[in-house]
């Protein structure tokens, strides 16, 4: 200021009052910029959608106020919290364990779908339907015990790097949305997973990559089974045995099922999340419904037919979800527009 | 002390020295008598379990030291929590509501076995069989909203009482073991429910006479419908589906469902808990296991074989149970031994 002599005096006089008034209601606090929630949001309507909710559910006088209990926040994963396209993560988990898979049963070398995984043909595999990929999930994910399968999927999310970002897949989550996570949690929310994935396997690093605990995961899951080993030692065996899918209107009975509260806030990005962003509008006082819209081809990928696109062949953004969204309030993220950056390695 | 003159000096002299030691150590707190963990249970053998496995757990440099997310401590409620003899509360629910339902479906009134619910003799109701009962639970706990539910089942709760003790029957929770659930939680543990009653039945009273939350009460759980009323809002249907029987093994399954982590402490009273122990004790380091033993006819009942005494028609603490609770060193709690007091009003 002082190194502009020709300032307007009234301009002038008018920053210092402004200045002094902002030391007033702010103490000087070195770590606020930094502190600012919300980093990698640009400024916006999906920004402000977030800080505003979190205001009106939080100001104890409010009309909106909601107590501490009830501060649940209900997160869809794939597509929602980390990438998702070209194929979901946990159904490249299965097809790396097929090996494995007929290693131990090798009756099943030359039999279907695993004589194609086990070929390699990338093209081959992604035309497999989806009753071969039921086979697939079945052979990898049932018939050991919880304890084995953990194992297993931790080594592997611990190692695997997919072939685009030649990362982690745990790397490819969305920073803005770990961004907005912890600051639901900030302000007193308990953030939950509600995902199509396997309950058992987001488990197993959830709590490390999204701060989540395992009871704070609703996913699909499967009929565990009882037993006793040779020692003794009891052990629950994973059943072919569908218990609860987690998907679209199973997502809401998931929630039911799991939680027994109705969420104050669902982030989801498809079809599949259409029903717990509904359950989650028709609660009363201020509600937060938002759609991931995956418009940045540059940066992650573009796809759906809102956007004139193909769909995917995992989430789909369709024009119906989009005219929902805008019929019931649903605020779209527009990753291109709203994200600063999507990934916290860029 | 002054009111002994012919007291040992030496004596005198050693109890000064405690005592001096006891302030240096411990600041006056006035609460500190009245804080003391507790203190419905008699000192002996069950009392110092619990207080001793807090301490091994919570003790930060010990080799049992258990973090805070791990602390997990799971309760079953019939019989270790409340009353359930000569018949389960939520029965005595089901029983009530056949009115209701048949005044909605009059085509009910003759047939078998509402007519003899109908009938009001206590007798012919006793002899119902399993079968009978299934109809009466499906008929008064399925094909409403989760809400008309919800509604339904707290007006019971917050007004029906029971024949002995003229009680509201959340009066007729076991004053010790709501102390155990609060030393437990002052510890750092977080306590469910694992109950074979149903779930959404318990959480709809469970945070107010327990301190237990919804999302941390697993029960039977039976399938929900999603679907949408005339004005639009989605509502969730009671279906007469079996989710989860969270009985026996069931409660191992149902705790990997929805906490996915090992308890490290357990409360049962039948052989329904077993597996729910024995899960329990196979984890590492320090692990409570306590069955309660309904051995106090005068103050509540008296009842199973480990006593020598008939079943009840409801928990079974077995001969069988009394063998494996000793050879696996789990505590027994004995109500009439254990306990200086049942309940709050006694």
Chains 1, 2 share one sequence.
């Not at 499967?222 to 629950?236: I, M, S």
């Amino acid at each position: 200021m002082f190194e502009t002599p020709h300032i307007h005096r009234r301009a002038m006089l008018a920053a210092l009052v402004t200045s002094a008034a902002a030391r007033l209601v702010l103490p000087p606090n070195p770590a606020s910029a930094q502190d600012a929630p919300l980093p990698s949001w640009n400024e916006g309507a999906a920004k402000q959608a977030i800080v505003d909710f979190v205001r009106a559910t939080t100001e104890r006088s409010g009309s909106n106020y909601v107590p501490p209990e009830e501060r649940i926040a209900a997160f869809d994963q794939d597509g929602t919290l980390w990438v998702e396209h070209p194929i979901y993560t946990q159904v490249i988990y299965c097809l790396d364990r097929v090996p494995a898979v007929v290693s131990k049963k090798p009756e099943l070398k030359n039999v279907e779908p695993f004589k194609t995984v086990l070929s390699g043909d990338r093209e081959a595999i992604a035309r497999l339907s989806l009753r071969d990929l039921e086979k697939i999930l079945v052979a990898t994910l049932t018939g050991m015990t919880t304890e084995e399968f953990g194992a297993e999927a931790r080594k592997w999310i611990e190692t695997a790097r997919d072939p685009r970002w030649k990362r982690l897949y745990t790397e490819l989550t969305y920073q803005p949305m770990l961004e907005a996570m912890h600051y639901l949690r900030d302000n007193g929310y308990r953030t939950y997973i509600v995902t199509g994935g396997g309950q058992d396997f987001v488990r197993v690093y959830a709590e490390k990559v999204y701060g989540i605990p395992p009871e704070q995961v609703v996913g699909t899951a499967g009929a565990t089974k009882y037993g006793y080993g040779e020692d003794g030692k009891p052990f629950l065996t994973k059943e072919p045995k569908l218990l609860l899918n987690d998907d679209k209107a199973g997502k809401v009975e998931g929630i039911h099922l799991m939680i027994g509260r109705r969420p104050a806030a669902a982030f989801g990005n498809s079809g599949g999340d259409r029903q717990m962003l509904e359950w989650t509008g028709a609660g009363a006082g201020a509600r937060l419904k938002m759609l991931v819209l995956h418009d940045d081809a540059a940066r992650e990928y573009a796809y759906g037919p809102a956007l004139g696109l193909p769909n995917s062949k995992v989430g789909t953004f369709s024009q119906a979800l989009f005219d929902e969204a805008k019929k019931s309030n649903w605020t779209v993220i527009s990753m291109k527009n709203d994200w600063k950056r999507i990934f916290a390695f860029q």
